[in-house]
């Protein structure tokens, strides 16, 4: 085992890359992973102590079927594409992703018309085997559904995934192909020189040949860095709320409501962990790091819920409530293309919904793009497409919990009793890269259940302590800001 | 292949009531499951005093209870595992439990005591709405922080809710150099016992605001504050009452629910007032050879009651063994102002001895009669001057209430006033 963090170096003076990719968030990392399939010197720099904590975080976990953008737009183009390939990217990264269909609902006889829309995309995306169902075919795949529900719009290939468990895997099979990632470094500015960009960070400065602009919801900060700020992103809210999985079978399919111009409008959906969400809102708003939920956003989204599963009693299972921020462009759709300032500088930008899908076919648009502006590809012998998961007590088959714990007796320590989650599977995160409470929570799901906490925290926050040789009371949430103990009761200065 | 004759899943007060009553009982294999490194439960972070006043009668600290039992257990032969969980109850007496020095375990047993306790409820379940910042504790969480870990969560603490934990952690928090800003209770009157009222808050100056509830979290990293507004009757915030308190922590003493996550799996029926098993007076569950105890039936004020629930269990377990069975059940209906009853139903037994039942009222109430009634008639009452949800009511009934309400299927319990 390691004694240092997996994830990054603290401090480099120079270093030299090939590419520097801004922003470990899906996108970032799916990129840095299909770098990695080359010879090549890639670099991978995020801001925060962790992997995928900006838009990717907070996300509906949808991998969409394909149909509900323009057709004619990148959002519309890139979304079908993505979603073909999924299947196979999480078999060879061992991330859960279940192929389980959506269905948009109407509610009255006039949204047919918006559905047969929806179809018409479908046909024009190359969405395979959508289909609109009639009264009776809907209320018997989705039982509990409202009364009130006349028509729905089938597509089976929608799928669900988490999406940071996606991200982590993709950095951590990008990593062992040699991917240095960078954590905690703020991009301060880009500099062209006659061969190479200059990215002045606060961990030193990296000379690259090409800088991708993967940030997310500051890639226009970054764009402007190259003398002149070539977009805007405006942070467009969603908040969610999360139940238990005590709720049961509610449905099987992910449910939306007809779309309005703004949204897909708010979904209903089975996440990949077995319990339910419901959201997102979709508010505009200013601060690109207001992740609060607001009284109204959280009403409207259980009115929803409550209103499409009315036997529901769904005010007694929830567990949560959570915001995320995605990155809407000015012209609405994703800006992918080279900087009209900086030559080497590509923009990857305004990666709202369907972000998540997309992901696999923007990086290889990603890596067209970069081949055209002259990056020459050898192909890497010894990449390796494959990436293993933490194994898991939780779900696992008697032989297998058997042989885990034969192996490693801490797979018989459990310490997250609402997920049963093991020490060893807290160990083995920490090993790859965890250093807060929140990086132990999204590799492992210690702490997501219905005690959100209150039993493992201290066991955690123990665990992070002795493994990574740092005293207790500095263990933090998520950064050095967000810490969550004052100091030792006794035998401290403060008392 | 393990074998017990009683398996008690929880080595807290009520598992520990039940083991030690159980090898008084001469029930010869008696093995507790533990999730926890030490016997206890929950008792050995409750470092203030309370407890045993009505076992003992004497006034013990948590620690001090539960040693005193511990010992027994130790000294009667109980059997117990640390730092175990259970996965699975299979067909009702086959458990599958884990822990890192056995590994898998599968424990083939007779009787099943139910005695998980129960959890504290959080923020996501009132659903308060803001940012999630590092600084929200449940009280439990931040009392095992300071009486075990030696940690102190932050120094500028407002605490929802005011529940016993609550009351508690204000006077905890108050001693070792934290200010706690106030106590806020979205109810008109206090969640607690009156003497944690008295003694937590009062006592320290702590203002205690009632009809109040959090309606906003701030803060990105760290807490940095709350707002908090008045609550009308109907649960809805009062327009314009809302008032911004800075602190760097919220403690969070909003109730507290049994764990019956692993009961649901066997198929015992589930009783949705007290959110535990549907239990008789011998704490016998819907499927015979399985008894439930202490807080994971309903959740008690006292430590003594869940003795006597863990006690009472294990009788209920020896009686299975010698294979006595009940001939009939009454079943115990809520009437008037009762919001929830433990237990819900009586078996008859041909030896019968007095049952206490454990209740809680809806709203407070005074100068009332907490009564029992079979098919309208009164068959027993007690006066009572002051009801209050806060304070379970106890009602002891004699054999001979008992043989009368056995003429019947079902008997109501309610409160009703009475004029002097």
Redesign the interface.
Known sequence: MSDSPALGTPFLKESRADVAIIGSGVIGATIARELSRYKLNTILIDKEVDVGWGATKANTGIIHAGYSEDPHTLRGKLCAPGNRVYQQLCEELEVPFKRIGSIVVSLNKEEIQTLCELENHAKICGVPETRILNRDELHSVIPHLTPKAVYGFYAPTAATISPYGLTIALVENAQANGVNVLIQTKVLGLKKNRQAIILNTTSGYVHTNFVINAAGLWADEISAMSGEKEFNIHPRKGEY??FDD?TGEITDKIIFSVPTPVSKGIVFVPFVEGNYAVGPTAEDTEDK?D?????K??KKV?NFAEYFFPEIPF?RY?????CGLRPIADENDFIIRPSYNMKGLIHVAGIQSPGLTAAPAIASMVMDILMDQGLKLTLNPYFNPIRRAIPQ?KGSE?KT??KL??AN??????VC??E?VS?AEVIEAIRRGATTLDGVKFRTRCGMG??????C??RIM?ILSRELHIP??EI?????????????????D?? | MYKANVVIIGGGPAGLGAACKAKELGIEKVLILE?DRELGGILFQCIHNGFGLQYFNEDLTGPEYATRFIQKAQKLGVESKL?T?V?EINNNKKILA???????MEINTETIILAMGC??R????I?I???????I??A??AQ???N????????SVVILGSGDIGLIMARRLTW???KVKAIVEMLPYPSGLTRNVVQCAEDYDIPLILSHTV????G???LTGVTIGKVDEEGN?VRKSEKYIPC?TLLLSVGLIPEN?LS?NTGIKLDADTNGPFVNQYMQTTIPNIFACGNVTQVYDLVDYVTEAGELAAEGAHLYMKGLTNSKTVLIKKGRNIRQIVPQRISLYERQKPIRFYLRVQYPEEKVKVGIYKEGKEIFSKKQLIVRPSEMIVLEISDEVIRKASETNEVTVKINGYRN
């Open positions: 709320i999360l005590a790091e992740l609060s939920t607001s009284f956003g959280l259980l005010k929830i567990i949560n409530n959570f007590i008697y919990k058997e714990i034969k007796s801490k797979y018989g320590h459990i009793r609402c049963t020490e219905r005690c959100q906490g209150g039993f925290t201290p123990e207790l009371e933090s949430k998520r950064n050095k800001g967000s810490w969550l103990i004052k100091n030792k009761v006794l035998g401290s403060n008392v | 999730r730092n969980i996965l884990v822990n890192s020095s056995d590994g898998l959890r504290e959080t923020r996501g379940a659903n709405p803001g940012t999630r910042p590092a600084g504790f449940t439990g969480t095992r922080l300071i075990m870990e030696n940690l102190l969560p932050g120094k070792v150099g934290a309606t906003n979290i701030y990105k990293k760290r915030i760097d996550e649901k």
